[in-house]
């Protein structure tokens, strides 16, 4: 008893002290990349949802909400935005998400059998991913990590054991929870990766406890999604917001259609207004409203070979390819370092299989993009390290036949060899992301342009409807745009603003209506558009047939060495 005693204790000393150096590893390599990085958001969205939970949209105040995600965090970010609002709770939950999934996935593959070179390398390969994630500081990356690590600890639980119920399952399935809220799309995405595991409980371990993980994991995650709908429609003015985003994306989230596209499906739709939603500024209810949108969404084409054909084109569609496939050359050197059974290296193959699905239909749907590309990728792999967690193979003829032709061939530059290589192409990648990716954002950001562009909006009393919203949002990296006022007089356009509070607000402080604010550019004295050339025409256009006059345009102030911005005014001729 005694010996037994002293041996539990020392796995749990043990245990303790590898989860302590993941965690340590995790924090040093997530706060000291953003540190040292300082990214700026690579997608508006970020920006949007920043200014909606701290309440600096259009200076309205919180009402915590916000567009993209769900009542479960946006409701206990906003309290603490009124708290202590000079404190940056947006960025710091996205660093924590982070931090705490990359540790879940570097616990576990160090608990795994896997050998010390093999144990290298995935680490490796997780410290890079990890890196990646923060450079590419964006809340889709992070909920598909946050959903993917918790559903990475449930999953090895109960595919490979016949573990209790404790408290490591209420923390991973709060991790998944905490995905689905910051945003539902990429908790679907993370748990269509790890579907293959519910084959395997169902089909090699029948116990009651992992089906209850299963099915309380769905049920979370379903009552989370279901919690953020409820908020949305018994929010006063978000009542319409959940279909208008619905159908919304269901019409735009797609190619873009053109106006004699549109008009197949709706004979209403002239050429100006087909322009207004192809360039994202539909800030108006007329004719943009919710059934204008279900009636787009609801007859275009979503998915189809023309998607595919234009979807294979691009370097991100490859770029997705490319992954899925190294990351299952990956998984099968995994299962074969851990003598894993045929029915593990079936399961392995299967989330390959179903990574490589994913990415298929996203280029069906034409929606192959480096914010969704790069997640999927990560899903995978932790999805690959779980697989890890599954039992040796019964020794037979045939493994004494391969622990000897190991043996043979173990030494001490073959084990150095493979960590080395892993290191370099993990080192490549991550400066490959910041040279093609993250440092020309921070650069742009930097230029004259979005410098004087921001100084305008700041010194102009004008309301500003900025038809290049991400000019002024790049000029600062994330945490300096939350430490600086942002203007309360800039309007930013698209991105499924019109039916929220703060929006409505703003528009009855200002004496507008949310059905013509376009039209108004040419009807008030204290509205301009910024922008280039050739939107500023598209709006002239839209406003003068919404009118039934004719409009001119002026611009008024130029911004850039190269007059890629300007500020427009708009008048009746």
């Known amino acids: ?40 958001y690579p997608l508006a969205d970020d920006y949007v949802q920043q200014l909606y939970v701290s309440g600096r949209l259009l200076g309205c105040g919180a009402c915590g909400l916000m567009p993209y995600t769900l009542w479960p965090i946006s409701a206990p970010m906003s309290a603490l935005y009124q708290v202590l609002p000079a404190v940056p709770w947006y960025a710091i939950t996205l660093l924590a998400l982070t931090t705490v999934s990359f540790w879940a996935c570097g616990a576990q593959a160090l608990r795994t059998r896997l050998s010390a070179s093999a144990k290298a390398c995935v680490c490796m390969a997780l410290g890079a991913l990890e890196v990646i994630s923060t450079m590419y500081f964006t809340y889709t990356v992070v909920a598909f990590l946050a959903t993917s690590a918790g559903l990475a600890t449930l999953v090895a639980r109960s595919s490979f054991g016949r573990e209790g119920l404790g408290v490591p399952d209420a923390c991973a399935l709060a991790l998944v929870c905490l995905g689905f809220a910051l945003r539902p799309e990429s908790g679907l995405g993370a748990l269509a990766v790890f579907s293959p595991f519910a084959v395997c409980v169902i089909a090699h371990n029948r116990h009651a406890t992992p089906i209850c993980r299963g099915v309380a994991t769905v049920l979370a995650a379903l009552a989370v999604m279901a919690a953020g709908g409820l908020a949305y429609d018994a929010t006063p003015g978000w009542e319409s917001y959940g279909d208008y985003l619905g159908h919304g994306r269901d019409a735009l989230d797609y190619p ?29 209810s007329d004719p943009f409203d919710v059934e204008f949108f279900e009636r787009l969404g609801s007859s275009r084409a979503h998915v189809s070979r023309a998607y595919l054909l234009d979807a294979l084109k691009a370097k991100t569609t490859w770029l997705a390819l490319g992954l899925i496939a190294l990351f299952g050359v990956a998984g099968a050197a995994m299962m074969r370092n851990i003598h894993a059974s045929s029915a593990a290296r079936a399961l392995a193959m299967g989330v390959c299989v179903i990574a490589l699905a994913s990415c298929l239909l996203l280029a069906t749907r034409a929606r192959v993009r480096l914010h969704v590309v790069l997640p999927l990728a990560m899903a995978t792999f932790m999805a690959l390290i779980a697989c890890c967690q599954a039992p040796e193979a019964k020794r037979g003829a045939h493994y004494a036949h391969r622990a000897a032709s190991q043996s043979r061939s173990r030494s001490r530059l073959r084990h150095l060899a493979l960590p080395a290589v892993v290191g370099l192409c993990c080192v490549g990648a991550t400066l490959g992301l910041w040279f093609k990716v993250v440092r020309p954002t921070s650069v742009q950001g930097k230029s004259s342009l979005s410098q004087d562009y921001l100084s305008y909006l700041r010194e102009t009393d004008d309301m500003v409807i900025q038809g290049s919203a991400q000019t002024a949002f790049i000029a600062r990296d ?24 703060p929006w409505q607000d703003f528009l009855a402080s200002r004496g507008l209506s949310d059905s013509d604010l376009l039209e108004q550019l040419a009807q008030r004295d204290d509205m301009t558009l910024v922008t280039g050339e050739d939107t500023a025409e598209t709006v002239r256009e839209f406003v003068e047939e919404r009118l039934g006059h004719s409009v001119e345009k002026r611009s008024v102030r130029t911004f850039g060495d190269d007059s890629q911005l300007s500020v427009w005014k708009y008048s009746l001729a």
């Open 1 to 40: 008893m005694d010996s037994a005693a002293t041996s539990h204790r020392a796995r749990r000393h043990a245990g303790l002290s590898t989860s302590l150096c993941a965690l340590l590893a995790s924090l040093l390599l997530c706060v000291g990349t953003f540190m040292l990085v300082r990214p700026c």
């Open 256 to 284: 873009e259609l053109t106006a004699d596209e549109m008009r197949e499906i709706d004979p209403g739709i002239t050429d100006a207004s087909a322009s207004i939603l192809n360039k994202w500024i539909f800030i108006q």
């Open 478 to 501: 994330a945490l300096a745009f939350e430490q600086g006022a942002y203007p309360a007089n800039a309007i930013v356009p698209g991105g499924w603003m019109v039916y929220t509070a």
